[in-house]
T-cell receptor, first 112, second 111 residues
């Protein structure tokens, strides 16, 4: 069965510092991978997705993620964060069934 | 572009009451989903639909029913609400691997 692990429940980081949010998945088949962002009291918005091809995926708001098949990881990175990036971030995996399995989320807190 | 619209946005129910949450999408998406979001548990799939007239169970279907009589609408019903169903409910729709488009959520409290 598929599963998604986001080991860090909370990540505090200072403004303009780099950040990495970790995501590991388990699946015996090829997968599609997604990162979503949720701002307070809102729904989830798609940040980026990996379907195939280049393992480095660029998304909105300056975020990028790298698919590593051997380590079954899809970590999200941003070289310089802003206060407005404070939100909860969810990693999700789809093994081709069109049903996504979500991680438990990582709360990014950007400090001034 | 409305995208995915959920109604109502907030609701308080007494234990044993029933209600229906409505999800409407205007993107002609085939696939629609209902998730619940609870602190520390991420999003868990309740039911989903791969097309008009079809529904299937997800990870946590007990206590819920769904219907998709029209392609654009996906209804989630609670026949007899329980405090354990206090949660934030999200509807989403998608077309293949484009990624989900989410609604803004319904915050439900069962007392």
């Amino acid at each position: 069965a598929q599963s998604v692990t986001q080991l860090d429940s909370q990540v505090p980081v200072f403004e303009e510092a780099p950040v990495e949010l970790r995501c590991n998945y388990s699946s015996s088949v090829s997968v599609y991978l997604f990162w979503y962002v949720q701002y307070p009291n809102q729904g989830l918005q798609l940040l980026l997705k990996y379907l195939s091809g280049s393992t480095l995926v660029k998304g909105i708001n300056g975020f990028e993620a790298e698919f590593n098949k051997s380590q079954t990881s899809f970590h999200l990175r941003k070289p310089s964060v802003h206060i407005s990036d404070t939100a909860e971030y969810f990693c999700a995996v789809d093994s081709g069934t069109y049903k996504y399995i979500f991680g438990t989320g990582t709360r990014l807190k950007v400090l001034a | 572009n409305a995208g995915v619209t959920q109604t109502p946005k907030f609701r308080v129910l007494k234990t044993g009451q029933s209600m229906t949450l409505l999800c409407a999408q205007d993107m002609n998406h085939e696939y629609m989903y209902w998730y619940r979001q609870d602190p520390g548990m991420g999003l868990r799939l309740i039911h989903y639909s791969v097309g008009e007239g079809t529904t299937a169970k997800g990870e946590v279907p007990d206590g819920y029913n769904v219907s998709r009589l029209k392609k654009q609408n996906f209804l989630l019903g609670l026949e007899s609400a329980a405090p354990s169903q206090t949660s934030v409910y999200f509807c989403a729709s998608s077309r293949r691997q484009d990624g989900y488009t989410f609604g803004s959520g319904t915050r439900l409290t069962v007392v």
